[in-house]
């Protein structure tokens, strides 16, 4: 049973920096993709950064140069660097992940079979 777990949320500045971490237990596909997915409250679930078995990244515009999506695979772990961190970045953050199909969807709709429970992330003026 896939099991995603995320960690390092919390509370922080403007300008100040994060970095959110997601294990991933018995998600073993050679072709998948991994995401960040956030949700503030009061709005819709949105796409923040994803990452694919070949490597490829993507990100939402508003987070391209501050925002970092990375993997270790060894670790079996997804990372996001959250640098220059705005309030409107606060939110619920979500690591997400999809196997073999998830070139059927864009990365940012949020199609996704496994999610974790999430990671508050809050970021004061």
């Known amino acids: 049973q896939v099991q995603l777990v995320e960690s390092g949320g919390g509370s922080v500045q403007a300008g100040g920096s994060l970095t959110l971490s997601c294990v991933a237990s018995?998600?073993?596909?050679?072709?998948?993709?991994m995401a960040w997915v956030r949700q503030a409250p009061g709005k819709e679930r949105e796409g923040v950064a994803a990452i694919e078995s070949d490597g490829t990244t993507s990100y939402a515009d508003d987070v391209k140069g501050r925002f970092t999506i990375s993997q270790d695979n060894s670790e079996n772990t997804l990372y996001l660097q959250m640098n220059s961190l705005k309030p409107e970045d606060t939110a619920m953050y979500y690591c997400?992940?999809?196997?073999?199909?998830?070139?059927?969807?864009?990365?940012?709709?949020?199609?996704?079979?496994?999610w974790g429970p999430g990671t508050q992330v809050t970021v004061s003026s």
């Open positions: 997400a992940a999809e196997g073999p199909y998830y070139a059927d969807y864009s990365w940012a709709a949020g199609v996704y079979s496994y």
């Open positions: 018995s998600f073993t596909y050679n072709n998948y993709r």
